[in-house]
């Protein structure tokens, strides 16, 4: 099976994967603006971007940390980065993944389509007002992520009647995906929710609404995934956790190791103070969070609205804000470390040239 091109929007993604948007700092300038070189479509994430070049972007620090939502989302630090991934990749599509769960989700809209993004995409809840925030950028494409069909509709009837338009795509994420997931913990496990059995319904849902490109997400990881998805009906697929294993990463080399040494059993769901449940990688913050002896909690960034200024965070035992970004500066004590449920099986850490080709190609 030789792969079709993707079109979202009027931009043509000429390799059909996605490189999943990852936070704090693992997909950032390096590896989007190398993905979307390749041929794919690189995806910068905007979550922690005070971090970026070592805090240089952010205002203020406190206890070493981006004072609140300015702070942590900041504005200039994110340019840098797009402006960055631009140098590498040039006029190719770029995209940027915009949480609707942070606060600030319209301002950092905007930053994004000021700075010259393509294409945006948004999970972490229901973005039925995201056309809103992207007027008078009207090439800008929308991408919304969703994992089911009842999702989907609600969007498209929303916007359609709102804003007179559609997501140019949609991404479709099932619970096999790294970070947080489009599910409680019970239905994370049930047989329907599983990727394979969610993609033909959202396809479906799609088609009614004028042929939606459906992006399928959560679990893919090689050539015969991808076969499997497009046989279903999907136009392209999301892929996060193997982008990890690249050179090219923007990730610390610390969480590449615990990565490269992990094993399946220690991939597993905990609690997040996003309200969602989050995958991840079991280590010693894991193990502190279990017995209530994790570091202390300050909610310095003030990163998402359902944390409720850090209530949330007290409830599940972290800050993920400050705890994401200790896993980007590689503090294997106190970082908090994604990873999809197949992440045991990276070996080897390639550049994203070689892995581009060995989705395409075959291993």
Known sequence: MSFKSLKIGKYIIEKPIVQGGMGVGI???????????????????AVGTGYYKNKHYAAKLVAGRP?????????????????????ICGD????????????????????????????????????TN???????????????????????????KRWQKRYNRLPDAVVLEGPKSGGHQGFTYEQCS??????????????????????????????????????????????????GTRFIATHECDAHQNFKDILLKC????????????????????????????????????CIS?????????????EVGYCIADRLSD??????????FFSGTNGYRVDEIISVKELMNKLIQGE
């Open 92 to 127: 190719k599509p770029l995209a940027a993944n915009i949480l609707y769960a942070i606060n600030d989700y319209e301002r950092v809209v905007k930053d994004a389509c000021e700075s010259g993004i393509d294409i945006i995409i948004t999970g972490a809840g229901l973005p």
């Open 302 to 314: 003030n990163c998402v609205a359902p944390c409720n200024r850090g209530e949330e965070a007290k």
């Open 130 to 156: 995201m056309p809103e925030f992207t007027e008078g950028y009207p090439d800008v494409a929308l991408v919304p992520i969703v994992s089911s069909a009842k999702a989907l509709k609600i969007i498209c």
């Open 190 to 239: 049930l047989e329907e929710n599983q990727l394979e059995n969610l993609v033909k319904p959202v396809v479906e849902e799609a088609a009614l609404w004028g042929d939606i490109p459906v992006i399928a997400a959560g679990g893919i990881w090689d050539k015969n995934d991808i076969e499997q998805m497009f046989s279903l009906g999907a136009g392209g697929v999301q892929m």
């Open 27 to 45: 997909s950032w300038d390096q590896l989007a603006g190398n993905v979307s070189k390749e041929g794919g479509l690189g995806v910068i994430s």
């Open 67 to 87: 004072l609140d939502t300015l702070g942590f989302y900041s504005k200039e630090g994110f340019d840098a980065i797009i402006k960055s991934a631009r140098a």
């Open 263 to 298: 094993k399946k059993e220690d991939i597993q769901l905990f609690s997040s103070p996003v309200g969602y449940p989050a995958q991840g990688i079991r280590t010693n913050l894991t193990r502190l969070v279990e017995n209530r002896e994790g570091p202390a909690i300050k």
């Open 327 to 336: 896993a980007y500066e590689g503090n294997t004590e106190t970082g908090l």
